[in-house]
């Protein structure tokens, strides 16, 4: 992990809330090679949907950036069962955060927030422009909207306040890391588990779900904190910025993809019985073009590093 080619960092006191989950830990590394004194927080650290508790953050560590990565979220059950919760909640640890950040002089927040704050319906390739004109996906949809929310109040305290923020939307995240719990995983740790699981049993067949056909974008968690660190540093205002490669990606491809990485010479079977999901998802990733950021981590790689990792952490 190199440094971002910037001293915006360097000296500097970050906090990251939900720095020590699988996108905060790579953030909090990138962080501290380009220079900077990171705090990586927990949820044992701070109640975020307390105010008191925020204020006690911002006296004991007086940060000078804070990175937002914390929230309240889940699988598509989680979702469906607590809206109210994960709206709620990600709202206010996100105003919480913002006003105190105002109120004792820190200069920039940078919130990462989700794809989930796009319409169901924006047109492919998601271009930021199109956040507003429409409703969130309905399942996760509280949980976009409180994102959103924090989009506006950013933009509202640069207004009044002069407090500089920086939103960043990141495409699905994958890499060394992640989550292998098969009841919370996303689809490339779950097929990564599942096809080097099938090389280990000696089984003939793995089966996925769907038709394969829906196209997906995935970003390497390395290239996710690099692009933090880079456009944390030099986007201007808090306009959204997606983090991504602009790359779609076929479901049927990742799994070919991932059975090659990991070794299986089986069949891959799909169950057309289970849902797809939406058709298409893929972000417009100009905007983070033009302030320099370009992943680099190719799709291949990033799979074959991904499945080497979770072999050793099995042993």
Same mark, same amino acid.
């Given at each position: 992990?190199?440094?971002?080619?910037?001293?915006?960092?360097?000296?500097?006191?970050?906090?990251?809330?939900?720095?020590?989950?699988?996108?905060?830990?790579?953030?909090?590394?990138?962080?501290?090679?380009?220079? %900077?004194?990171?705090?990586?927080?927990?949820?044992?650290?701070?109640?975020?949907?307390?105010?008191?508790?925020?204020?006690?953050?911002?006296?004991?560590?007086?940060?000078?950036?804070?990175?937002?990565?914390?929230?309240?979220?889940?699988?598509?059950?989680?979702?469906?069962?607590?809206? =109210? /919760?994960?709206?709620?909640?990600?709202?206010?640890?996100?105003?919480?955060?913002?006003?105190?950040?105002?109120? /004792?002089?820190?200069?920039?927040?940078?919130?990462?927030?989700?794809?989930?704050?796009?319409?169901?319906?924006?047109?492919?390739?998601?271009?930021?422009?199109?956040?507003?004109? =429409?409703?969130?996906?309905?399942?996760?949809?509280?949980?976009?909207? %409180?994102?959103?929310?924090?989009?506006?109040?950013?933009?509202?305290?640069?207004?009044?306040?002069?407090?500089?923020?920086?939103?960043?939307?990141?495409?699905?995240?994958?890499?060394?890391?992640?989550?292998?719990?098969?009841?919370?995983?996303?689809?490339?740790?779950?097929?990564?588990?599942?096809?080097?699981?099938?090389?280990? @049993?000696?089984?003939?067949?793995?089966?996925?779900?769907?038709?394969?056909?829906?196209?997906?974008?995935?970003?390497?968690?390395?290239? %996710?904190?690099?692009?933090?660190?880079?456009?944390? @540093?030099?986007?201007?205002?808090?306009?959204?910025?997606?983090?991504?490669?602009?790359?779609?990606?076929?479901?049927?491809?990742?799994?070919?993809?991932?059975?090659?990485?990991?070794?299986?010479?089986?069949?891959?079977?799909?169950?057309?019985?289970?849902?797809?999901?939406?058709?298409?998802?893929?972000?417009?990733?100009?905007?983070?073009?033009?302030?320099?950021?370009?992943?680099?981590?190719?799709?291949?790689?990033?799979?074959?590093?991904?499945?080497?990792?979770?072999?050793?952490?099995?042993?």
């Amino acid at each position: 992990m190199e440094p971002v080619a910037s001293n915006f960092w360097t000296g500097r006191r970050v906090v990251v809330t939900g720095g020590t989950g699988f996108l905060g830990g790579w953030t909090t590394r990138q962080l501290t090679t380009s220079g %900077a004194h990171v705090a990586a927080l927990g949820r044992a650290d701070y109640d975020l949907t307390d105010h008191a508790a925020v204020e006690r953050l911002f006296t004991e560590l007086r940060p000078e950036v804070v990175v937002h990565l914390a929230a309240a979220c889940g699988g598509i059950g989680a979702n469906l069962a607590n809206p =109210g /919760h994960f709206l709620h909640a990600n709202a206010l640890m996100g105003l919480h955060l913002i006003d105190a950040a105002r109120r /004792h002089g820190a200069p920039r927040v940078i919130l990462i927030s989700t794809t989930c704050a796009y319409p169901e319906d924006a047109p492919i390739p998601l271009n930021e422009a199109s956040l507003w004109q =429409g409703r969130p996906t309905a399942a996760t949809g509280p949980y976009g909207m %409180a994102k959103r929310l924090l989009h506006e109040a950013l933009a509202a305290y640069r207004t009044q306040y002069g407090l500089p923020g920086v939103v960043l939307v990141p495409a699905n995240l994958y890499g060394p890391g992640d989550h292998v719990d098969p009841e919370n995983s996303h689809v490339i740790a779950a097929l990564v588990r599942r096809f080097v699981e099938a090389v280990e @049993a000696g089984a003939s067949e793995v089966t996925c779900w769907g038709t394969g056909t829906p196209t997906r974008e995935f970003l390497h968690v390395a290239d %996710a904190a690099r692009g933090i660190a880079l456009l944390g @540093a030099r986007a201007p205002t808090p306009d959204p910025i997606n983090l991504g490669t602009g790359q779609e990606t076929p479901i049927r491809e990742l799994a070919r993809l991932i059975a090659e990485a990991a070794g299986f010479a089986g069949s891959i079977r799909w169950d057309t019985s289970r849902p797809d999901g939406q058709p298409r998802r893929s972000l417009d990733v100009g905007r983070a073009q033009a302030l320099g950021f370009e992943a680099e981590v190719a799709l291949a790689d990033g799979l074959r590093a991904t499945v080497a990792w979770f072999r050793a952490q099995k042993r």
